[in-house]
């Protein structure tokens, strides 16, 4: 399971040793890779809300001292090694600040036909576009992502819109990071293909949890999440792993979208499909503090004391996250779909793998549906002839 950190709302501190504070915590969570949001020094120009977007890099070299010292991030990762955990960190390799460091080489940029550098999307002002058809310019980078590794023992990288970037360039940089430090996690941003050829190890499941919103706030019939899984299917390489998630940081909080328990149905979809799961900062306690714009440019710490406010969520959590981890039919079995006469709103598969083999029924409307409840979710094992996991009744 990935768990995503913003460090500058993750803990009232904002900073790497406020992450520290929790590792123990993570662990126990059952996090088996820790992905920190952009660790490095936000851009100032032209730079959107107080703080501006950590997705606007000044200096892909430097970390944020707001955030503390390289000290200090070494030091995070070591205690997460020591704990079992990976840690990678949030690459931005399509744009970058308009005051970067990297402004004194001219020939890096995207620039109009009047010679002028331009932002790669219009309402991204806040950051311009590089060139990677300049040859410096792609080396810089992967000298840059080969430091990281190398200087910090990081486990790999989430890399930002990596589509926008060019394939053939992720190509060249996991030659180079490979060689730096083999068995890396590289996480693309994106949904196509061809990143999942060589460069990267998973993907973003975009077109799922677009019909995971359609279905869970718009009525959508529950048939479409398993019509656009098919469809992801077919036209990913065999075997490929995607990133599934109900939350973000790129959007509103899952339980402002579901509900408590829709909230909680959707993870035990993101649980017990195939792929990799997320949890994002506070998610698992039920922490309902933005993250999107404009939250994403200021100060907005979790409050963590969602966990007395809604104390069924961590348990709930920690029994969904050890299920999957403790079976390997959840995490690498195959997924056989199950018709229903009521699939416009019950989602039903199978996962199989050797003697395992485990059944999910999840509601995805806010009435009941049988003995299944408004947004209601049930793993059964099969074999066992047992329920091993529904939503609480208090939720």
Avoid at 13 to 24: H, K, M, N, S, Y
Avoid at 234 to 248: M, Q, Y
Avoid at 256 to 272: K, P, W
């Amino acid at each position: 399971m990935v768990y995503e950190i913003n460090t500058r709302n993750f803990s009232a501190r904002g900073d790497f040793q406020g992450v520290i504070a929790r590792l123990d915590d993570l662990a126990r969570l059952g996090a088996t890779v820790l992905w920190l949001m952009p660790v490095h020094p936000a851009g100032v120009k032209n730079h959107k809300g107080t703080l501006g977007s950590p997705y606007s890099v000044r200096d892909y070299y430097g970390i944020d001292p707001s955030f503390g010292t390289a000290a200090d991030l070494r030091e995070l990762v070591k205690r997460a090694h020591g704990l079992g955990l990976k840690v990678i960190i949030d690459i931005v390799a399509n744009h970058a600040a308009w005051d970067s460091v990297m402004m004194s080489h001219p020939e890096f940029w995207k620039r109009d036909v009047k010679g002028a550098i331009i932002s790669p999307v219009p309402d991204w002002a806040d950051v311009a576009g590089l060139d990677y058809g300049n040859r410096a310019l792609r080396d810089y980078m992967i000298a840059m992502l080969v430091h990281w590794i190398k200087d910090f023992d990081l486990d790999g990288f989430r890399c930002d819109v990596a589509g926008m970037v060019p394939t053939d360039f992720w190509n060249e940089a996991r030659v180079a990071l490979d060689k730096a430090k083999p068995e890396l996690f590289m996480l693309a941003e994106w949904h196509t293909a061809d990143l999942l050829t060589q460069a990267f190890d998973a993907d973003y499941a975009w077109p799922f949890h677009k019909a995971l919103n359609a279905v869970f706030m718009d009525g959508a019939p529950a048939s479409r999440l398993r019509e656009v899984w098919t469809e992801e299917r077919a036209v990913l390489p065999e075997g490929a792993l995607e990133l599934r998630f109900s939350d973000n940081h790129d959007e509103r909080r899952a339980i402002a979208r579901f509900g408590e328990r829709g909230t909680l149905a959707a993870s035990v979809l993101m649980f017990t499909l195939d792929g990799i799961p997320l949890v994002y900062n506070g998610q698992e306690v039920g922490d309902t503090e933005e993250s999107g714009a404009p939250a994403l440019f200021e100060r907005v710490p979790i409050f963590w004391g969602s966990a007395e406010m809604r104390p069924q969520f961590r348990p709930f959590y920690e029994k969904l996250i050890a299920l999957r981890r403790g079976h390997p039919a959840l995490q690498q079995g195959a997924v056989e779909w199950v018709s229903g006469d009521d699939s416009d709103r019950v989602l039903r598969f199978e996962r199989r793998q050797g003697s395992e083999r485990f059944s999910v029924e999840i509601n995805c409307s806010n009435r009941p549906v049988g003995d299944l409840k408004a947004w209601g979710a049930r793993v059964v094992d099969v074999v066992a002839g047992k329920t091993v996991l529904e939503l609480p009744v208090g939720t």
